[in-house]
């Protein structure tokens, strides 16, 4: 049976924004993430990462450190009785310097491939389905994959509200203030 999903960003979303997380050190959760996530598996969404991870291809770090990055990810999530149920992300970039990941690819967001992967890997109802994340390449996702879009303003949520949106054509279809404030927002929406 199907059921929706909702697309995460990570970087700024999940986990604090320090702009390339190139050690485990680096990476720590936000905080209602545990609860945000629950929530879904509670409700019965899918809980997806879709994320873009150009440090690969820029050789800031290896493709090794992204696995180790979700693995801890997932244990942290774990220990708190929440579950991602699948991760998506790109390599890519085209002006990369690691040949192999040096790619105009199209699972780079706001491109729709990793959208598109999931939708290989998981039975989801894109009818009822959201993408969350703090930047405008998330809304631009959200519109490609004709689901509504949610800005957080955590990461670069802030100065993309303020500063790029204005400019842009596409709109989110709500603001939220972090991941648990747009599950709260999307529950709600479903009752409705």
């Not at 955590?154 to 204005?166: A, F, H, K, N, R």
Request: glycine share 8%.
């Amino acid at each position: 049976m199907k059921k929706p999903a909702v697309f995460i960003d990570r970087d700024g979303t999940i986990n604090e924004q320090r702009g390339f997380i190139n050690h485990l050190s680096r990476f720590a959760l936000l905080p209602g993430v545990a609860e945000a996530v629950k929530l879904l598996n509670k409700n019965s969404f899918f809980a997806i990462i879709v994320t873009n991870q150009s440090g690969v291809a820029r050789g800031y770090y290896p493709v090794a450190l992204v696995h180790e990055v979700h693995e801890l990810m997932n244990k942290s999530l774990e220990r708190e009785g929440a579950t991602i149920d699948g991760i998506f992300y790109c390599p890519h970039h085209p002006r990369g310097i690691v040949p192999e990941f040096t790619a105009d690819c199209d699972c780079r967001k706001p491109k729709a491939g990793l959208v598109n992967q999931a939708l290989k890997a998981f039975d989801i109802d894109m009818s009822n389905s959201y993408v969350v994340g703090d930047r405008y390449v998330d809304i631009e996702l959200a519109v490609r994959v004709n689901v509504k879009g949610i800005l957080v303003k955590t990461g670069y949520g802030l100065g993309e509200m303020e500063y790029v949106i204005p400019e842009m054509p596409l709109k989110p279809s709500h603001v939220a203030e972090d991941l648990l404030d747009a599950v709260k927002w999307i529950l709600n929406e479903e009752k409705e």
